[in-house]
């Protein structure tokens, strides 16, 4: 009878195993696994966004040289086209729109609608500024004014 009870006691006296279950270390690799994945994510749309801007900005750079350029320095004939790394612009007359009309304040305070002169030395002329990138899905466009000499405007 003694050997029974010294058993029983030393059974209670062991401590239960501790550590984590098979269940807690799945759950624990799973919401791990989950957290990573969505990190990984957002950097990347981070990196691609300011790629994506990168490009943007190089675009408004072009079109701004491009708007800056002289009209006696622009490449004629109309319209002209070219490459800049991976941007291509493009330069073409604008025939869809209606005449030019400037309008002035008159002495009482109301607006003068003054049509422009279609002189023969020099009238006005509608340009679309144009730069694409990624591929072509990408594009800025840019309509401007400018005096023209009808040589320039193919004798029009």
């Known amino acids: 009878m003694t050997a029974a009870p010294a058993a029983s006691r030393l059974r209670r006296r062991v ?3 501790g550590g984590f ?4 270390m799945l759950v624990a690799i799973a919401i791990a696994g989950v957290s990573i994945a969505l990190i990984y994510r957002s950097l990347g749309d ?10 943007r900005q190089r675009a408004h750079l072009l079109l701004e040289g491009l708007l800056q350029t002289p009209p006696d320095r622009l ?3 109309l319209p002209q086209e070219g490459r800049s790394g991976n941007l291509i612009w493009r330069i073409e007359p604008v025939a869809d729109l209606p005449p030019l009309v400037l309008q002035s304040a008159g002495p009482e ?4 609608r003054i049509p422009v002169a279609r002189s023969p030395s020099a009238r006005p002329q509608a340009l679309r500024y144009s730069v694409w990138w990624a591929g072509g899905r990408r594009q800025i466009n840019v309509i401007a ?3 023209a000499s009808p040589a320039e405007q193919g004798g029009r």
Do not use: F, M
């Not at 279950?21 to 807690?24: A, I, K, M, P």
């Not at 981070?46 to 490009?55: H, R, T, W």
């Not at 305070?109 to 003068?112: C, R, V």
């Open 109 to 112: 305070g109301g607006t003068d």
């Open 21 to 24: 279950s098979l269940l807690e």
């Open 46 to 55: 981070g990196a691609s966004k300011a790629a994506e801007l990168l490009q």
């Open 145 to 147: 004014w400018r005096l």
């Open 15 to 17: 401590a239960p195993a």
């Open 75 to 77: 490449p004629y004939p």
